[in-house]
């Protein structure tokens, strides 16, 4: 699928989901929720990319994705591979939830909001989550790394095809993506979604950038919000470029 064009500044509404407060906006409806996992769903796990990177013997600055694309033959890419899933299984036992996680996940089931997942894990840690902290709750379609012709965050290609696999002919415009990195908040953006970016120690410095137009500390926050109404901001002064 092909990646759409990076979308101008603008402020993102959507109509509040409280049945109290419908007919009392004219901001369009959220058809739907794309959340991140790792550090979003569940607690960050910062540590395993070190891990990953000794594994694969390649410096702190290297990317990793990168990094297998190059390698030379598909079997140096596929034991490479095979070495980062390694790392997350190991690390999949130690998964902590998100403070509010549940909450948030059964006032949007109760809400009828769809949710899908975009990840650049692996489906069996994402599984192993959605199997021990949220059994009760379905996400459709879920995106992994190991979804075959998409391009991985920060391209907006999962995003737009979410969006497509629900019947949504504007791309990402009735969307918003839940992430805590600024892979999550370009991919969302370029794909036409409204951004919300889950605060932790190490991500402030996104709090203004150009593609992050709403900050929550915990998931449940998201439900005041969403009840009385989306509203983000006009975007921040970062140059995205700089990234």
């Given amino acids: 699928m092909a990646s759409a064009p990076s979308y101008p500044l603008r402020q993102r509404c959507f109509a509040p989901l409280s049945p109290a407060h419908k007919g ?3 901001a369009p409806p959220l058809k739907g929720i794309v959340f991140d996992v790792d550090g979003t769903l569940c607690l960050p796990q910062n540590y395993m990319f ?5 594994a694969l013997g390649i410096d702190k600055k290297v990317d990793i994705l990168n990094h297998i694309r190059s390698l030379p033959t598909l079997e140096d890419q596929l034991d490479a591979t095979n070495k980062i899933k390694a790392v997350e299984q190991q690390a999949m036992r130690h998964q902590e939830p998100q403070p509010g996680l549940v909450e948030l996940m059964d006032y949007l089931q109760e809400r009828e909001v769809k949710r899908a997942l975009c990840t650049r894990n692996f489906e069996t840690p994402v599984q192993h989550l959605l199997d021990n902290h949220l059994p009760a709750h379905a996400f459709l379609p879920i995106i992994t790394r190991e979804t075959p012709g998409l391009l991985p965050k920060p391209d ?3 995003i737009l095809h979410i969006a497509s696999e629900w019947g949504l002919g504007n791309r990402g415009e009735n969307l918003i993506m ?5 892979d999550d908040m370009t991919a969302g953006h370029t794909a036409g979604a409204a951004t919300v ?3 932790n120690d190490h991500n402030g410095h996104l709090k203004e950038h150009f593609h992050t137009d709403l900050c929550i500390k915990r998931l449940d926050e998201l439900i005041n919000i969403l009840e009385e109404g989306f509203v983000g901001h006009h975007g921040g002064n970062v140059d995205p470029t700089s990234d």
């Fill in 24 to 26: 009392t906006s004219n």
């Fill in 50 to 54: 070190s891990q990953m990177r000794e």
């Fill in 156 to 158: 907006p290609a999962g």
């Fill in 178 to 182: 839940v992430g805590d990195s600024i």
């Fill in 197 to 199: 970016l889950l605060l």
